[in-house]
């Protein structure tokens, strides 16, 4: 059987750090009030010569000297994100002339936070399918154009940045321990769409707008359909959470990630956060999370990840994936 098999990972962040107290000397809030409420401490944020497009390619080529192979031999390039650099073309697009492998496919998916498993499951879809042989998967944002600054609930807790996977269609045998991505599970409720949206866009206002979340019902929602969906993907490939040995989480909040594990019986060590250095940043958030626990040395070749995401729609979903 084909199975799309992770070669490689980068990321990227802009120049500019912002610690917590910064942000308190300009928005009425607090280092204390972030830290315990979020565990954010700093987040990344985008300046004038940093886009969407320069931070993905960015972590894109990251990956692929990861993965020690050449730009010319990617095929498939899907990028999640919910602040493209333009309305069209798709930002992969430009990803793609700047890594120079024109030709192949290209194309953006927008699921907000959840992006990259979406991203990630299309792009596997692809690869088992023969459309294409190797994938760049491309989470990459820069929500700091899209929130009111001068709305303390939601503009702390985000940040900016990018972090990219190469994947490859490989053989491989059956069963859990065979490597490759082992399942994904998607799912999306547009009747949440009021809590957690932008107030904004090309067929509406004719702005970007502002990011607009009711945080409190977001989390409520986000541990329970959480908890649902790592179930599912656990079920379906027929191991018991203790088999995992890191859960790579969308990193909204530390208090969402420890509630999330609580209720699947995960021990907090087995988490990857890295919600205290980068804050919320979407889509880039997972692979993110992925790259840096791989060049720290936390995750290695053979070991079982689950990563799993909930974002604004509300969409959510989870991936398996043996290293
Ligand atoms: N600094 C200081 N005080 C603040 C701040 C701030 N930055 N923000 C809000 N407060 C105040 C509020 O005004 C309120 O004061 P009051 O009691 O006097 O009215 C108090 O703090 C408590 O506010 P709550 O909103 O009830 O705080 P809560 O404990 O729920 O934490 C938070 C808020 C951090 C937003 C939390 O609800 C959360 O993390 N929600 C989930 C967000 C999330 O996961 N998003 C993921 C998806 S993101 C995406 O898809 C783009």
Same mark, same amino acid.
């Given at each position: 059987?084909?199975?799309?098999?992770?070669?490689?990972?980068?990321?990227?962040?802009?120049?500019?750090?912002?610690?917590?107290?910064?942000?308190?000397? !300009?928005?009425?809030?607090?280092?204390?009030?972030?830290?315990?409420?979020?565990?954010?401490?700093?987040?990344?944020?985008?300046?004038?010569?940093?886009?969407?497009?320069?931070?993905?390619?960015?972590?894109?080529?990251?990956?692929?000297?990861?993965?020690?192979?050449?730009?010319?031999?990617?095929?498939?390039?899907?990028?999640?994100?919910?602040?493209?650099?333009?309305?069209?073309?798709?930002?992969?697009?430009?990803? !793609?002339?700047?890594?120079?492998?024109?030709?192949?496919?290209?194309?953006?998916?927008?699921a907000?936070?959840s992006?990259f498993l979406y991203?990630l499951s299309t792009?596997d879809s692809?690869?088992?399918?023969?459309?294409?042989?190797?994938?760049?998967?491309?989470?990459?944002?820069?929500?700091?154009?899209?929130?009111?600054?001068?709305?303390?609930?939601?503009?702390?807790?985000?940040?900016?940045?990018?972090?990219?996977?190469?994947?490859?269609?490989?053989?491989?045998?059956?069963?859990?321990?065979?490597?490759?991505i082992l399942t994904s599970k998607l799912h999306a409720d547009?009747?949440? #769409?009021?809590?957690?949206?932008?107030?904004?866009?090309?067929?509406?206002?004719?702005?970007?707008? #502002?990011?607009?979340?009711?945080?409190?019902?977001?989390?409520?929602?986000?541990?329970?359909n959480l908890a649902e969906v790592l179930k599912e993907t656990i079920e379906d490939v027929g191991i018991?959470?203790?088999?995992?040995?890191?859960?790579?989480?969308h990193?909204?909040?530390?208090?969402?990630?420890?509630?999330?594990?609580?209720?699947m019986?995960?021990?907090?060590?087995?988490?990857?956060?890295?919600?205290?250095?980068?804050?919320?940043?979407?889509?880039?958030?997972?692979?993110?999370?992925?790259?840096?626990?791989?060049?720290?040395?936390?995750?290695?070749?053979?070991?079982?990840?689950l990563l799993e995401a909930m974002?604004?729609?509300f969409t959510w979903g989870a991936s398996l994936i043996?290293?």
């Amino acid at each position: 059987m084909i199975r799309s098999r992770l070669l490689g990972s980068g990321s990227a962040l802009p120049k500019r750090c912002v610690s917590n107290a910064e942000l308190a000397a !300009q928005v009425d809030t607090s280092d204390e009030w972030i830290v315990e409420r979020t565990g954010i401490r700093q987040r990344y944020i985008a300046g004038d010569d940093e886009t969407t497009s320069s931070l993905a390619t960015a972590a894109a080529k990251a990956a692929i000297a990861d993965a020690g192979i050449e730009a010319g031999s990617i095929d498939l390039i899907v990028l999640a994100t919910a602040t493209p650099d333009n309305t069209f073309p798709a930002t992969a697009t430009k990803v !793609q002339h700047a890594l120079g492998c024109n030709g192949g496919i290209a194309f953006d998916v927008a699921a907000v936070c959840s992006g990259f498993l979406y991203a990630l499951s299309t792009a596997d879809s692809m690869l088992r399918t023969g459309m294409a042989k190797r994938a760049l998967v491309i989470g990459a944002e820069t929500f700091s154009r899209i929130l009111d600054w001068e709305d303390r609930t939601t503009c702390v807790l985000f940040g900016d940045g990018a972090g990219a996977i190469v994947l490859e269609a490989s053989e491989a045998g059956e069963g859990a321990d065979s490597p490759g991505i082992l399942t994904s599970k998607l799912h999306a409720d547009g009747a949440q #769409h009021d809590l957690l949206y932008v107030d904004g866009g090309p067929s509406t206002t004719q702005t970007v707008g #502002h990011l607009r979340m009711k945080g409190r019902e977001v989390f409520r929602h986000a541990v329970v359909n959480l908890a649902e969906v790592l179930k599912e993907t656990i079920e379906d490939v027929g191991i018991t959470a203790d088999q995992i040995d890191w859960v790579v989480p969308h990193q909204a909040n530390k208090r969402i990630l420890d509630a999330t594990a609580k209720k699947m019986g995960i021990a907090p060590e087995r988490v990857v956060v890295t919600v205290d250095q980068h804050a919320n940043t979407s889509a880039a958030s997972v692979p993110l999370a992925l790259d840096t626990a791989r060049k720290d040395g936390r995750i290695n070749p053979g070991d079982l990840i689950l990563l799993e995401a909930m974002g604004g729609g509300f969409t959510w979903g989870a991936s398996l994936i043996r290293l």
